[in-house]
């Protein structure tokens, strides 16, 4: 008999209108408090924001067997969306209301393998440096004992968010 996982998740579109009038900060604290839905990714990976303050988020994630490639460990690409969304969130939070981001670039670079045996693992960002319209953020992937399992940089463009009209 196979593994099963079921989850379900909020309609995106209830984040995505909080975004566009709420100071990135303001609207990363409201999704870590659950007073806004998690987005669907979080729910399909099974991972969670437990840390942001101005320039710095955090994410942690309990590997499972559902995170595995073909060859027994968790796939890069779990490691990628971790890494990705602390990134990513670190240049969110710096943001004031009326500005978003979007990802350019992702660099990372893979250290040790992960598995269930692994515990729980964070992922930092923090931000590096943030311009009128770029932001570089890095991030690392860290064990319960602090040990570096990757690390990446992202390059973000930062754009004003179209005024909603409803």
């Known amino acids: 008999m196979g593994r099963s996982r079921t989850y379900q998740w909020e309609d995106p579109a209830i984040l995505a209108e909080a975004a566009g009038r709420m100071a990135g900060l303001d609207f990363l604290r409201e999704l870590q408090a659950g007073r806004l839905p998690a987005p669907p990714v979080n729910h399909a990976v099974d991972f969670t924001l437990t840390e942001v303050e101005p320039g710095r988020a955090v994410f942690s994630l309990t590997p499972g067997e559902e995170h595995y490639n073909p060859i027994g460990g968790v796939h ?17 939070s710096t943001l004031p209301q009326g500005m978003a981001y ?15 045996d692994t515990g729980t693992v964070r992922a930092i960002g923090t931000l590096v440096n943030k311009g009128r319209r770029t932001a570089l953020a890095q991030a690392q992937l860290v064990d319960a004992k602090d040990r570096l ?12 968010v179209p005024p909603s009209h409803g």
């Open 76 to 92: 890069g690409g779990i490691f990628a969306t971790l890494l990705d969304s602390a990134a990513g969130c670190a240049v969110q």
């Open 102 to 116: 979007t990802s350019l670039d992702l660099t990372v670079k893979f250290l040790r393998p992960i598995t269930v």
């Open 149 to 160: 399992l990757a690390h990446a940089t992202s390059s973000c463009l930062l754009f004003a």
